[in-house]
């Protein structure tokens, strides 16, 4: 069935340092990807998406490319800040599913 | 508009007993998805609703239930308890149409922490 794996985390940079978060998948078709960003005590937010092969979500800063013959969608940022302090999930939505289909998410950590 | 909220946001349960959790989705959206998210299975798709009908459904045991009402608003309910039910449950809702990619973009509630004690 499909899947998601993405980086173990936590990760923990520095204040202005650069960011990436890997992502693979695996799926039958042509899935959806996303991002989503779930800061403490909260629901989890769409960071940014991309429905097509080569197509580049981005967002505050965030961006992450839907490479097909990688199967993967690594989620960069040029500067992280404090405020990036939060787990990312990587996931997808099958071709013909209208569930999503989670990685098991990446604590990141932003020091000062 | 207003977004996807999720009461009570907060219940303490005993092994055994039964809880119901509620859900309002985002004006318009007639699809509703639930997850749960716990430390050590992450993110669990539980089923979807989508018009009042049960439209797919996640990996988990008879005891894991829901609805979904005229105005779109959905419950899920978990009977007899046991301490491995304790988790952050997320309802998410879409306009859940066939067709456009777009129409299946989720937006996530707050979600309700269950305790089962």
């Known amino acids: 069935g499909d899947s998601v794996t993405q980086m173990e985390g936590p990760v923990t940079l520095s204040e202005e340092a650069f960011l990436t978060i890997n992502c693979t998948y695996t799926a039958t078709g042509y899935p959806s990807l996303f991002w989503y960003v779930q800061y403490p005590g909260e629901g989890l937010q769409l960071l940014l998406k991309a429905t097509k092969a080569d197509d580049k979500g981005s967002n505050k800063g965030f961006e992450a490319t839907y490479r097909k013959e990688t199967t993967s969608f690594h989620l960069e940022k040029g500067s992280v800040q404090v405020s990036d302090s939060a787990v990312y999930f990587c996931?997808?939505?099958?071709?013909?599913?209208?569930?999503?289909?989670f990685g098991s998410g990446t604590r990141l950590s932003i020091r000062p | 508009k207003a977004g996807v909220t999720q009461t009570p946001r907060y219940l303490i349960k005993t092994r055994g007993q039964q809880v119901t959790l509620s859900c309002s989705p985002i004006?318009?959206?007639?699809?509703v998805s639930w997850y749960q998210q716990t430390p050590g299975q992450g993110l669990q798709f539980l089923f979807e609703y989508f018009s009042e009908t049960q439209r797919n459904k996640g990996n988990f045991p008879g005891r894991f239930s829901g609805r979904q009402f005229s105005n779109s608003r959905s419950e899920m309910n978990v009977s007899t308890l046991e301490l491995g039910d304790s988790a952050l449950y997320l309802c998410?809702?879409?306009?859940?149409?066939?067709?456009?990619?777009?129409?299946?973009?989720?937006?996530f509630g707050p979600g309700t922490r269950l305790t089962v004690t």
């Open positions: 004006s318009g959206h007639r699809s």
């Open positions: 998410a809702s879409s306009l859940g149409s066939v067709g456009a990619a777009s129409s299946y973009e989720q937006y």
């Open positions: 996931a997808l939505r099958g071709s013909s599913a209208s569930k999503i289909i």
